[in-house]
């Protein structure tokens, strides 16, 4: 996919490492986002982010901290997680996060294990 | 609060036949519905959606949906069903207090046998 890119694809890390999730959109976007996507559950929004301005923080553990850059770049970074916090997560983005509406694109997404 | 609901986890369909995946909605206000599709090891695809108008919405890869207000649901249709449509589909509707936020349904996942 050229839309919304992720790296890196898989991430196998240990509950002491550092680790940072990538993703880069070249839609010429303003809004991105971060989800996590665990099996038998709906898609849960972490951040969102408006012209590298983050608009949302739904009540996600310290561990995970995000940064934008700018409108293309969106990184998440991890550190200390648990087991629990395996999952697939997803990048996206759209136009803007009011009017609209608008559709997202989301990334192929980073599977992360947690050991 | 804004909500849907996929309630069916596994929707098996015979190639060539009509297909139907269900989602009813939950929201106050008009609603802005959502249909995204997601193939094995790749992202969720954006396939439709609904602002107002025709309650019919055609998308892409031969996929409609019928949007009826009175039983609140929002169907994902396709008249004849194709081995390559197996996938995991996923109904969504937007915050309805103005971000462009998406509410996930739990998917469904839709075989198609040949």
């Known amino acids: 996919e050229t839309g919304v890119t992720q790296t890196p694809r898989h991430l196998v890390m240990g509950m002491t490492n550092k680790k940072s999730l990538k993703c880069e959109q070249h839609?010429?976007?303003?809004?991105m986002y971060w989800y996590k996507q665990s099996a038998k559950k709906p898609l849960e929004l972490m951040f969102v982010y408006s012209l590298e301005e983050r608009v949302e923080n739904n009540s996600v553990p310290s561990r995970f901290s995000p940064e934008c850059p700018n409108s293309s770049h969106l990184f998440l970074h991890l550190h200390t997680l648990q087991p629990e916090d395996s999952a697939l997560y997803l990048c996206?983005?759209?136009?803007?996060?009011?009017?609209?509406?608008?559709?997202?694109?989301f990334g192929p997404g980073t599977r992360l294990t947690v050991t | 609060a804004q909500s849907v609901a996929q309630p069916e986890d596994q929707v098996n369909v015979a190639e060539g036949n009509p297909l139907t995946v269900k989602c009813t909605y939950s929201?106050?206000?008009?609603?802005?519905l959502f249909w995204y599709v997601q193939y094995p090891n790749r992202g969720l695809q954006f396939l439709l959606k609904?602002?107002?108008?025709?309650?019919l919405v055609k998308g892409s890869y031969g996929f409609e949906a019928e949007f009826n207000k009175s039983q609140t649901s929002f169907h994902l249709k396709k008249p004849s069903a194709l081995v390559s449509d197996s996938a995991l589909y996923f109904c969504?509707?937007?915050?309805?207090?103005?971000?462009?936020?998406?509410?996930f349904g739990t998917g469904t996942r839709l075989t198609v046998i040949p």
């Open positions: 969504a509707v937007r915050d309805n207090g103005g971000a462009n936020n998406l509410f």
């Open positions: 996206a983005s759209s136009q803007a996060t009011s009017g609209g509406p608008w559709e997202q694109y």
């Open positions: 929201v106050s206000g008009n609603p802005y």
């Open positions: 839609l010429g976007h303003n809004a």
């Open positions: 609904y602002i107002t108008g025709d309650n």
